[in-house]
């Protein structure tokens, strides 16, 4: 149970230029001890450069900053873990060789006749990870914990410095719900402890269950602030982008189907028993399951990305021969994975290079590939999707994570495809790019293209699909259509319980 929660920092008229970029006009924000603040906005909105100036990485060209009601200049990181302020990047900065106190204290290690205390340090750090709930020690290797585990070694790192603000941002993205609700306990904790927790999310969920205000932020200005009680999600949408939440999931479910276009038959391999269902032309169907339930591992079947150990798959009635993904590709089929950075995009090349990456051959002549026009379908596919880039020659891996998924979602269009599988589309997305892929979506249904949609926010399957089928321990339990779209019946089908109806 938190303690009533006091003012302990303050920034006002906060402005940061980059070049001819404004990336914060006049902004303020107000921490207080005790309370979990999210941060929110667009991709692009400001979050993340008022948040390295809070932490130092960054100075403002104006503006002030107050810490217990005196003027302070955080000039540097340094100074603001002595001010007690510490950022938990969303990519942790982990040293894998080194223990997990070697890497609490990195820096600012204990010392005795002029030699680090290693049994200090390692009887400091244990103290810390008791209170944290951690189930290593401070001598174990930090490159031989999960990321949940990593991120509690970051946490470990911030109270090493008497850390009273925490700046975590996007913690959750690469957790499991069980991971998820882990770090939601040791959050609660430490906030119940006086640290103020500086939250950045996308996920409403998450800030409403979190955060006692939330901070919105639009194209580099403060919108306000908000207390719990006033966090309705359609009044925050309409906050950061502009526009009700009402225009969000404008969709009409299909009532007709179109022709058969990709024909599951016991498809099977890893964990996935013999799966057969069917995906027609012009409908987006969503397939819905807990993590770990198979729907990833059934996509990348189907895309021959897995080896398959039974089942066939038939496009267009005729049995597709599918060894692997370039198969899929020559057929028509995409698939655009989970992981874009990893698995997807090629970060460090061009929105050329990964837009045209599918079509290189279709585009050369005599070996020799046409760069005009090469550069003339990126220039297509960056206008029809909107993408924020400064233009063909933009680098991937410097853009926004709305941006990126649209620029993966380019080189699947260049195909013209049949059948596209999108495996959680709008992960780590803001809530203004996740509107527009969403568009996009029905826009290629419209087209006649056969949509996959995996993905685990219900809201967003029952949102935008025209029917959803359900996986559980690597087995379809079953589908759902029209009105039966509801939350309570997708989870009855994922879990095996009966979900009574929400009040």
């Known amino acids: 149970m938190t303690t009533d929660s006091t003012v302990i920092f303050q920034m006002r008229g906060i ?6 970029t404004h990336a914060l006009r006049d902004v303020q924000l107000t921490v207080r001890s005790h309370e979990v603040h999210a941060v929110m906005g667009e991709n692009g909105a400001g979050k993340s450069t008022l948040m390295k100036i809070l932490s130092g990485v960054y100075t403002p060209d104006s503006g002030e900053m107050q810490l217990d009601g005196q003027m302070v200049a955080i000039d ?16 942790l900065s982990i040293a894998p060789h080194m223990t997990v106190a070697q890497n609490a204290f990195m820096g600012s290690e204990p010392r005795r006749w002029g030699m680090v205390d290693q049994r200090e340090m390692n009887r400091r750090t244990d103290a810390i990870l008791a209170n944290l709930g951690a189930r290593f020690s401070a001598e174990t290797l930090a490159g031989s914990l999960s990321i949940a585990e990593q991120q509690q070694v970051e946490i470990a790192r911030a109270l090493v410095h008497d850390s009273r603000i925490l700046i975590m941002d996007e913690p959750t993205a690469a957790l499991s719900d069980r991971e998820t609700e882990q770090l939601f306990r040791i959050i609660e904790t430490l906030r119940d402890r006086g640290i103020a927790i500086l939250y950045i999310s996308h996920r409403m969920p998450e800030v409403h269950r979190l955060a006692r205000r939330v901070t919105v932020l639009r194209d580099g200005g403060y919108v306000g602030e908000l207390s719990q009680q006033d966090m309705d999600p359609k009044r925050l949408v309409q906050m950061m982008v502009g526009r009700s939440l009402d225009d969000f999931y404008q969709h009409t479910r299909r009532m007709t189907r179109g022709a ?3 024909q599951v038959e016991r498809l099977a391999g890893g964990k996935v028993r013999p ?8 409908e987006v169907t969503g397939l819905a399951g807990l993590v770990g339930a198979g729907r990833t591992e059934l996509a990348r079947l189907i895309f021959g990305a897995d080896r398959k150990t039974g089942g066939t798959v038939r496009l267009d009635g005729e049995l597709a021969a599918i060894r692997e993904p370039s198969d899929a590709i020559r057929l028509g089929i995409g698939y655009l994975p989970e992981d874009r950075k990893h698995l997807g995009l090629f970060l460090k090349l061009s929105a050329l290079e990964n837009t045209a990456m599918n079509v290189l051959t279709q585009h050369a002549r005599a070996g020799v590939i046409d760069h005009r026009a090469l550069d003339a379908l990126t220039r297509a596919e960056i206008k029809r999707l909107n993408v924020r880039v400064p233009g063909p020659e933009g680098i991937v891996g410097g853009l926004s994570g709305g941006n990126q998924q649209k620029i993966l979602l380019a080189r699947w269009l260049e195909i013209k495809p049949k059948v596209l599988i999108l495996d959680e589309p709008t992960r780590g997305v803001d809530v203004g790019a996740k509107s527009e892929i969403y568009k996009i979506i029905h826009q290629l249904a419209d087209d006649g293209v056969a949509i996959l949609c995996i993905s685990s ?6 949102g935008i699909c025209d029917r959803v089928l359900v996986m559980r321990e690597g087995e379809l339990t079953g589908e759902v259509t029209g009105d039966a779209i509801t939350q309570e019946n997708i989870m009855e089908m994922a879990t095996h319980v009966e979900v009574a109806p929400a009040a």
């Open 457 to 462: 926010e219900l809201p967003e399957l029952i």
């Open 260 to 262: 058969a276009r990709l």
């Open 76 to 91: 540097s990181p340094a100074r603001a873990r002595e001010l007690g302020i510490n950022l938990i990047y969303q990519e």
């Open 275 to 282: 799966a057969s269902f069917v995906l027609h032309a012009g």
């Open 15 to 20: 402005n940061k230029r980059f070049g001819a």
